[in-house]
């Protein structure tokens, strides 16, 4: 299956921290994408890096791609409240086909 | 800012009915997409759609789904006799260039919830 795994399934934290998600899937993809989703909303695109990329970033956002251990990885840097939210990594093999992760919920305390 | 429209935002409806759901796309894209997603837990793909015709389905999207584009606007997804398990909230995504394009991102509606009873 190319669906991917996240850890943490949950993750709690205070502002101003750093919050980290994992990704990790399990067939060769071209593209990897973050989205994000607020509760009982739609989602909302985040990041997208391709499979030659290795570290992408935008605003606060840091991405990470290891194709040889099929990982990626979210971080956020200075949290904030309005960061809470559902996030989920999506790939996809070279077909007009996304599949999401199971997504980690990141809770930011005031 | 262009936005994919979903109607109606909820539905009940009894079990072996017919339902349609509805989509407006972001007007000059050309890939469109549904998702499902059960009790805010995992965003599963259903099918893609691309010049009139199925790119991509998934296992779930059996006979018992159909999806069209019956004018220049609208994407509509059809399930003909629905079941309990259907009842889920449906994503309609649409993509200018789509998963090959320079950004590949998916632009999302709001999502319609289904409830079968």
């Known amino acids: 299956s190319q669906q991917g795994e996240e850890d943490p399934q949950a993750l709690s934290i205070q502002e101003g921290e750093n919050a980290t998600m994992n990704c990790s899937y399990k067939?060769?993809?071209?593209?990897l994408q973050w989205y994000r989703q607020n509760s009982g909303r739609g989602l909302v695109h985040l990041i997208l890096?391709?499979?030659?990329?290795r570290e992408k970033h935008s605003g606060r956002l840091r991405v990470t791609l290891d194709t040889s251990k099929k990982s990626s990885s979210l971080l956020i840097t200075a949290s904030r409240a309005a960061d809470t939210a559902s996030y989920f990594c999506?790939?996809?093999?070279?077909?007009?086909?996304?599949?999401f992760g199971t997504g980690t919920r990141l809770q930011v305390f005031p | 800012e262009p936005e994919v429209t979903q109607t109606p935002s909820h539905q009940v409806t009894q079990m072996g009915q017919e339902v349609i759901l509805r989509c407006v796309p972001i007007?000059?894209?050309?890939?469109f997409y549904w998702y499902r997603q059960i009790l805010g837990q995992k965003v599963e793909f259903l099918v893609s759609?691309?010049?009139?015709?199925?790119?991509?389905k998934s296992e779930i999207f059996d006979d018992q789904f159909s999806v069209e584009r019956p004018d220049g606007s609208n994407f509509t997804l059809k399930i003909r006799s629905t079941k309990l398990e259907d009842s889920a909230m449906y994503f309609c995504?649409?993509?200018?260039?789509?998963?090959?394009?320079?950004?590949?991102?998916?632009?999302f509606g709001e999502g319609s919830r289904l409830t079968v009873l």
């Open positions: 995504a649409s993509s200018e260039w789509g998963l090959a394009g320079v950004t590949g991102e998916l632009f």
């Open positions: 067939t060769s993809i071209n593209n």
């Open positions: 890096i391709r499979s030659n990329e």
């Open positions: 999506a790939t996809d093999a070279y077909t007009d086909k996304l599949i």
């Open positions: 007007s000059n894209h050309l890939y």
């Open positions: 759609f691309y010049n009139n015709e199925i790119s991509e």
